[in-house]
Each structure stands twice: as structure tokens, then as C-alpha cells.
């Protein structure tokens, strides 16, 4: 009788990784109920990106989200809109306007990525010791590659 071949690891990998963050997306979905202003994928994304580059231009955060201007715009208005985020005038160039967080904005981040934890931690807690070190040392050599890859350092759903 012949044996099938053992599985490809790296296709393993990616499809685990795919399943893993299949899982994230319910959990992060759970936590966001939670909140008072709970915002889309897309809009958490773009926070996540004027955290990073404080202070940018629409035209650095059009290429930071890889969309268009006016679909950027709108998603900033939005947040401007809810108190997330706050535009001024840039001390390069009278034409251009700056965004940055607000402290709500700030806050709401710090809030999320607490939740965040806490409900990671919660599965965390379920796994030994030795489980624990391999999965910390995995997920850093992970987000390593995960950042060569992305954009501007960043991790490949826009996350700092």
C-alpha cells in the first residue's frame, strides 16, 4: 500500500494561517458589538493607518489604503464626522490639510486593542507552556515576513 505524500508545509501553513484569521475576524466582530461606535473593516483600517503616519496628506493615506482619493476622503469625512479624527492645516503647504487622531480617536484604539487581547488571552490561557513559547516564537517570525511583504512596514490588514 503506498502512502500519500505528506502535506506541503508551507501550503499547510498558509491554509492555518487563513483558518486562524477566519477565527480573529468572528472574535474581532465580538469585540467591536461591545463598543459605543463600532466602525467597518474598512474604516478601522484607515484608522489604523493615520495612527501610523500622524499627520499625513489624503494623497499619503490614498497610497497608505491603496484606493482612491475620493473613496479616502469619504472614509475620513466619515470618521471626522464621529469625532475619530481631526484635520488642520499642514505647515508644508497652505492647500494641503493634515489628519490626525483625535484623543477619542487615540482612545477608541486603545480601547479596541484591549478588548482585543483580553479575548486572545482567553484562548491563550488554554494552551501549555511549551504551546505558548512556540506560538509566540511562530507568530513573531510570522509578522516579520507579513511586514516585508506590506506597504510601509505595516502588517498585511494595515495594523501597526
Do not use: C, K
Not at 479616502?72 to 479624527?85: C, I, P
Not at 486593542?113 to 479575548?119: C, F, H, K, M, Y
Request: neutral net charge; without cysteine.
Amino acid at each position: 500500500m503506498t502512502r500519500p505524500p505528506p502535506p506541503d508545509e508551507p501550503d499547510q501553513a498558509a491554509r492555518l494561517a487563513a483558518e486562524i484569521a477566519e477565527l480573529l475576524d468572528v472574535l474581532w466582530e465580538h469585540s467591536r458589538e461591545v463598543t459605543t461606535a463600532p466602525l467597518s473593516a474598512s474604516q478601522l483600517r484607515a484608522m489604523f493607518a493615520l495612527e501610523r503616519a500622524e499627520g499625513a496628506n489624503l494623497r499619503t493615506l490614498v497610497a497608505m489604503l491603496g484606493s482612491t482619493p475620493p473613496s479616502v476622503s469619504r472614509l475620513y469625512d466619515r470618521l471626522e464626522a464621529v469625532g475619530l479624527v481631526e484635520r488642520g492645516a499642514s505647515a508644508a503647504s497652505r492647500r494641503e490639510v493634515e489628519l490626525r487622531l483625535s484623543a477619542r480617536g487615540r482612545e477608541y484604539l486603545r480601547d479596541l486593542r484591549g478588548r482585543r487581547v483580553a479575548v486572545l488571552r482567553e484562548v491563550v490561557d488554554q494552551l501549555s507552556p511549551a504551546a505558548r513559547s512556540a506560538l509566540v516564537d511562530g507568530l513573531t517570525e510570522f509578522q516579520a515576513a507579513a511586514r516585508g511583504r506590506a506597504p510601509h512596514g505595516t502588517a498585511a490588514d494595515g495594523t501597526p
